[in-house]
């Protein structure tokens, strides 16, 4: 059985204020066959599966401790760590284009994720200075041609 635990996180104010970035990246997903193939893994209990289930749950215990201490690097080491994890779980989440849209900004970001299944959809970044989404974008170069981008205040 599943079990879902839940708790309150007071970060310090203005914690991450303008950089929590999301892209919509433009490239369309369909995440079902994701899904499909790692629900598939969790029901047989593959062992791959269900390792990498326990390992997400721990980084989001850690990831939650980074956001009650205001610490935005060691939230987005969590966020490359968690996406790292997703991949080995479901093959094929990160297109090329995703892929070269992260290294574009690696410099320029903490973390990077795809969110939901992967894909496609939106990307997560925690960028290193706050405003930055007009470099950001400006690294993306030509890749950025159909994406979005949004920024938490």
Known sequence: PVRVETR???????FLAGRLVLV???????????????????????PGVVDTV???????DRAAT????????????ELDAYWVLK??????AEPDRVRAMIE??????HGAALCG?????FLVLIAK???????????FGTLACDATFHYAD
């Open 24 to 46: 919509y990246t433009g490239t369309a997903r369909l995440a079902k066959d994701l899904l499909e193939r790692v629900l598939k893994g969790w029901r047989d209990r593959a």
């Open 8 to 14: 309150l996180l007071e970060p310090p104010p203005d």
């Open 87 to 92: 991949q080995k779980m479901a093959a094929g």
């Open 104 to 109: 574009s900004v690696r410099d320029r970001v």
């Open 117 to 121: 299944a992967g894909g496609g959809g």
């Open 129 to 139: 200075a706050a405003d930055d989404v007009p470099s950001l974008r400006a690294a």
């Open 54 to 60: 326990a390992a997400l749950v721990r980084g989001a």
């Open 66 to 77: 980074a956001i009650a201490n205001g610490d935005a690097v060691a939230l987005g080491e």
